[in-house]
């Protein structure tokens, strides 16, 4: 008997993770939906994190540069610059290098995974996944004390 995958995936890529120091951790929304952007930046809110959401590409890369994320959840589907050539911008800049990066699509994993570069994403998330799957990956790659 063949076992498919859930229909909504969260999934880690990488080993990268970030050192929060018991401080919030900041995440950066990208979604050139405003209200998908604004509701997930809600959602996070509450649950502990300093989130800024942006609405569109170019936005996204200034963003990041000024405020340096921790994680930044990437819409891959945005006009004019897509999710894969914001992803390679932020791993080229030394303020952004180290943050962790999300695909974070209503495209399946294979999908991003056939399109990007092994450095771009840290994990692909499908959008319409259950909030606690984000939260549990977002967790992972959080570590309050150096190595």
Known sequence: MQMTRPAHEARRWTSRTFLARGRLPRILVVDDNSSGADALAAYLEMSKHKVTAVYGSAAA???AWVWKPDVVLLDISMPRIDGFAVARALRSNLRT???VIVALTAHDE????KRSSHADFDAY?????MLDSLSTLLASFMR???P
Not at 110 to 113: A, E, I, K, T
Not at 125 to 129: D, H, N, P
């Open 144 to 146: 309050d004390v150096p």
């Open 61 to 63: 890369i200034a963003a």
């Open 125 to 129: 998330c499908q959008k319409g996944l």
């Open 97 to 99: 290098t180290a943050s």
């Open 110 to 113: 294979g999908f991003v995974r």
